[in-house]
Structures are given as structure tokens and as C-alpha cells.
């Protein structure tokens, strides 16, 4: 663990479990685990994974002016995000291009949390905060746990009144064991699951209670990297990833556009007046690459930044792959030219582990292309 300055209350149980808790966005993160992230990866996707995403970070915003923030910070028109109810949404610089991406939560007419990741959200906020009536708290103490997959909602049924009634991207404070809870489904993963967000005296108690009770359900512990897994099956961008603050141009500052990464859909309809806006909108048509799918010979998945091939020239990478046992394929996410971006353009990926393997250009998401698991009811 390395440069960390934020911790989880579930330290010893990462450690306990093989973690040297990495260090992700400042806080010591279960990267790995000892065991199989296979068996992980078949637990979310089949009954139930538990993970600590406690590494995001947590933004209260609240008073007057809350909704004034979040609304020139963001792409979210937020006087559409009723109490209650969340929403995914970009933040961009000025040059309109990406910094981060975060989910906001509406917990009260002028109450907010925004709960982002390793970009420069908090930045974003308190820029656009500057000589306002608001009030902006940075809260660690708030854990998230992460329970995700199918059988997520059978094991927490029991224990919190309505979790079935509960749709996707709605929150609800409640309690769970006798302990405060806010109940978000919400996850990262394409599958149907819920983020508790609970205090950090309490986390300890609420993960063993719910590994120990989940057991016979097949809920196990998941490390945080089992994520890419899932993230690159369901078409889900960890940022800086899949950036070009990864993987910066040759010839020009890193910076991706929405139009680039598939993420325009974040900008709320004839929204105006959000950070980086007009040039957001003047750079539709101008994208330089486009993220892209990619479907794979073999099982053998090319590692992060392998180089993508097309006639002997390199005209992109791999920012992630994967290969999954459950749907038996090998897909990736990639950074590829423009008139790439279709379905059926053979390419060529030259794996520096497994040498050359053949790939063909696809869209995404691969895995439940329209959504149903997720968003399924009841």
C-alpha cells in the first residue's frame, strides 16, 4: 500500500483475504485477493458477489444553491432528479473534454451526494461552487458495499422492507441489521445489484453478517479488479483507464470528448451552461477515435494496451479484456479509428504474451445488450 491517506474499516478483512491493499484514488483498495477472480467474476454474474468500493468518493452537497453546482458542474439537467432517485452523469473541463464521471443522488430538495471516482469530481464541484450559498463535505466515513448479482435482492428481501420495489437508479434510507442505511441500486457491474452505504463502525459488522448469511447462497467476497471483468462485458469506462490520460496522443494534450468515449448520452437534452458545453457541442463530428468493441479468437485475452493491427499498421489498442467461461468468449474494449466503429471489420491484435490473435469490431455492450437484468423488477 502506497501513498494512501484514506482508509477502510474492512482493511483487515481485505488482508485477511490476500489483499496488500493497493492503493486506488488514495485509499488502500482490494485489488486482489488470494483465489480464482473467475469464481468472482461467475458469482456476480450467477447468485452473488460482496464487494468494498469504499475507494469512491463521497460528496455532500447541500443548501440553496446545491442544485446551481451540480448543475453547472455536470451534464445532468438535475431539476429533472427528484428526492429519491439518482442519475449518471460527466463532468468535462473547458476544451469540453472528459475529467470524470459520477452518479448523483437526490436525498432532499436541497440536499445532494455525488459519489465519483479518480478524476478531478470534487474539483469540479468546488469550482463551481465558489461564492455560493452551499455547503460541500467531503464524507469518508460513509463506506460503500457493493452487493451485486442476481440473487442480491433474494438475500436482502428478509432484512429491508420494499428492496424488491426499489427500481434501478432509485435510493432509499432505511436500516439494515438495526443499522442507518441509504440502499442505492446502483452498481458497476450490468447486473442487478444494490450499494450500501452505511457507516464505517458499522461496515465490519454489516459484510461479515452478510458473507456469513449469503454462504448457503453462494454470496462470497469479490476483489475490486473482478470489476473488470464485468466493466468490460456490460460497456462500463473506468476512468483514466480507457483515456487518453492512459494512453495520451502523440501529437496533442490527453483529453477525450463524450462523442469519443460513446458517453454523449450523459448530456441532458438542449442542457446548456454546464462546464465545457459549448465546446462539447462544437465537437460532435470531430471525434479522433471512438471506443469500440471488439470480439476475439481463443481464450486467451491480450493485455491492457496490446496494439490493434490493420494491414500491418497499428491503428489502436486494447484498454481492457476479458474472457468469460459463463458466455464462452473473448471480448475487449478498445480505442479505435473512426470507420472502425461498425460491426464485422477484421483486425488483428498482437498480444505480446500470445502473439497475434484475430478480433472483429463489434458494438457493446456483448453482455445483455438491452439491459434487462439490471432493471428487472420484483
Not at 427500481?167 to 442505492?184: E, V
Amino acid at each position: 500500500m502506497t501513498a494512501s491517506w484514506r482508509f477502510s474499516t474492512l482493511g483487515d478483512r481485505h488482508r485477511a483475504l490476500g489483499s496488500a491493499l493497493e492503493d486506488w484514488s488514495g485509499m488502500g483498495t482490494a485489488w486482489s485477493y488470494d483465489g480464482d477472480p473467475l469464481a468472482e467474476y461467475m458469482a456476480i454474474r450467477t447468485k452473488a458477489g460482496l464487494m468494498d468500493v469504499s475507494g469512491l468518493k463521497k460528496v455532500h452537497i447541500t443548501g440553496p444553491a446545491a442544485s446551481h453546482v451540480i448543475d453547472r458542474a455536470t451534464t445532468r439537467n438535475i431539476e429533472k432528479l427528484m428526492p429519491g432517485r439518482s442519475v449518471y452523469a460527466a463532468m468535462l473541463n473547458d476544451g469540453g473534454k472528459f475529467v470524470d464521471d459520477c452518479v448523483i443522488y437526490r436525498t432532499g430538495p436541497n440536499a445532494f451526494m455525488v459519489v465519483h471516482g479518480s478524476g478531478q469530481g470534487f474539483e469540479q464541484l468546488t469550482m463551481a461552487a465558489s461564492g455560493r450559498d452551499v455547503s460541500i463535505r467531503f464524507d469518508d466515513n460513509l463506506h460503500d458495499l457493493s452487493l451485486q448479482g442476481p440473487l442480491a435482492v433474494d438475500y436482502l428481501a428478509p432484512h429491508v422492507s420494499g428492496i424488491r420495489d426499489l427500481p434501478y437508479f432509485a435510493q432509499m434510507q432505511t436500516s439494515l441489521f438495526g443499522k442507518p442505511a441509504m440502499i442505492s441500486r446502483t452498481g458497476y457491474t450490468g447486473e442487478r445489484g444494490y450499494e450500501l452505504f452505511v457507516r464505517g463502525q458499522d461496515a465490519p459488522m454489516i459484510w461479515d453478517r452478510i458473507l456469513e448469511e449469503g454462504a448457503a447462497m453462494g454470496i462470497i467476497p469479490c476483489r475490486f479488479t473482478t470489476l473488470d471483468l464485468l466493466r468490460t462485458e456490460s460497456y462500463l469506462l473506468f476512468f483514466p483507464y480507457d483515456n487518453s490520460e492512459m494512453y495520451p496522443f502523440d501529437d496533442q494534450p490527453c483529453g477525450d470528448t463524450l462523442w469519443e468515449l460513446g458517453l454523449d448520452f450523459t448530456v441532458s437534452l438542449g442542457k446548456t451552461g454546464f462546464r465545457g458545453a459549448e465546446e462539447h457541442y462544437r465537437l460532435k463530428g470531430k471525434e479522433r477515435f471512438k471506443i469500440w468493441g471488439l470480439k476475439l479468437a481463443g481464450k486467451n485475452p491480450p493485455g491492457n494496451g496490446a496494439p490493434v493491427m490493420q494491414g500491418g499498421k497499428q491503428v489502436g489498442l486494447v484498454t481492457q479484456a476479458m474472457y468469460s467461461p459463463l458466455n464462452d468468449w473473448t471480448v475487449a474494449i478498445a480505442r479505435l479509428p473512426v470507420d472502425c466503429a461498425n460491426e464485422g471489420t477484421k483486425l488483428t491484435v498482437n498480444c505480446a504474451t500470445h502473439g497475434e490473435i484475430a478480433a472483429t469490431t463489434s458494438p457493446m455492450p456483448f453482455f445483455d445488450i438491452e439491459k434487462k437484468r439490471r432493471t428487472a423488477k420484483g
